[in-house]
């Protein structure tokens, strides 16, 4: 039997743009760095208030001062007495 295979390219390309991206990651300055990741941030919390049913946010965006202390994401002191 002839077993049709798939050739990799599709993973090479991956694997090339990624290696891309972490080249100029790296190649940017501490400012643009925080501006790219600080866009992104904004985006996503966009998409997140914009695509995900309230019910769905009512479980994962609980603002308790449990364990997790004041903050949203649960960066609280949770260790500290």
Request: no cysteine.
């Amino acid at each position: 039997m002839i077993q049709n295979r798939r050739s990799p390219n599709g993973a090479l390309l991956l694997a090339g743009l990624a290696a891309f991206a972490y080249y100029k990651y790296n190649k940017m300055s501490e400012d643009e760095k925080r501006n790219l990741v600080g866009t992104l941030k904004e985006k996503g919390q966009k998409l997140y208030d914009q695509y995900v049913p309230e019910d769905i946010k009512s479980i994962f965006g609980t603002k308790s001062n449990t364990a997790a202390g004041n903050s949203k994401y649960g960066e609280g002191d949770s260790f500290t007495s």
